[in-house]
């Protein structure tokens, strides 16, 4: 009889190598669009139903003595998805930023899938075992045709910045009207940093006023196109915002979370300025967004999150050009 050691060498490779499979083989399904589009990669039933699956399968193939252990069940179907996840990156076949947004959910729906099987294995024991297999995996594939019946859900949404100036409305307007250049150490977006997203270059504009145009550049090719419907001097600016997809360099952003693409896009903006007391304004930056998934629920927080930090990003460059007092080429 093998050891308990060598019997652990040999059955947990066996645990994880059958949910990496089913995962790799759904992310194949899954990604190609096949069959019309009823199974989607941007969907309920790759983010929550594969994961719920994979944690069920790794509780459903190890040892009742170790499943017994409540820890082993919320933690080992996280095994699997780490595996999943560093292999797909190292392929190419998903970019980091798509990932971490999706793994809070896979987490999570990986360990109701290990503890709902725990709980069968331990009521149960071996009886219809092929059947209750045979549904847990052909649960995203059901589940997906009738979420893509459903549709996507567009939704709009609102990313409110502020930021407190204390310098002369003149020096804080033209710094919000044209942006000089900005040098990679003023880049303060550390979150949209570490996600890959392009940082803020610069901001050109050829004439204050109504029906100007705008253009934000950022690195990697990202242009935000934008034109002036409202202009109040010194005191408002709103603008329409168009990026197009197509434009942008294939490896700037992952297809999933690119703007102006399928899922996510941004659709306008807007400064004020605000008088506050002692010679402070209070600067106002706003931007409306759309999503168009089926989980907007989750997908606007991490949305809001990127929209706010690349906000906040030019806010502080506007704020320490206009209290410098120094031209902006210099700063």
Known sequence: MPSPNAFRRLILPIVIAIPVLFTMLSYGLFSNNIASGLWVLMSLAFLLGVPFVMGALTIYFSPLKWVKSLGYQILMPWVPIGIFFVVTLLVGWEGWACWLMALPLAMVASTIGGLAAARYKEREGNKNERVYLSLIVLLPLIISPIEQLIGKIPGQYKAYTY?????????????????????????????????????????????????????????????????????????????????????????????????????????????????????????????????????????????????????????????????????????
């Not at 304004?281 to 999150?305: I, M, P």
Request: proline letters at 4%; zero cysteines; aromatic letters at 14%.
């Open 163 to 331: 930021i407190d100036i204390h310098a002369g409305k003149e020096a804080i307007w033209k710094n919000v009207t044209r942006v000089g250049e900005i040098a990679a150490a003023q880049d303060k977006g550390w979150f949209t940093r570490m996600l890959g997203f392009p940082r803020p270059v610069k901001a050109e504009l050829n004439y204050e006023g109504v029906g100007a145009y705008r253009k934000a550049i950022f690195d990697k090719g990202l242009v935000f196109d934008e034109k002036v419907t409202a202009y109040n001097h010194q005191r408002s600016m709103s603008f329409t915002i168009h990026a197009d997809p197509y434009n942008i360099p294939s490896t700037t952003m992952d297809e999933h979370i690119v703007i102006g693409g399928e899922y996510f896009d941004v659709l306008n903006g807007a400064y004020e300025l605000e008088p506050l007391s002692n010679g402070t304004y209070r600067l106002h930056l706003y931007s409306h967004f759309k999503l168009n998934t089926t989980f907007n629920f989750y997908a606007s927080w991490w949305a809001s999150w990127i929209m706010k930090d690349i906000q906040n990003n030019i806010l502080q460059v506007i704020r320490q050009r206009a209290e410098s007092g120094l031209p902006e080429d210099r700063i």
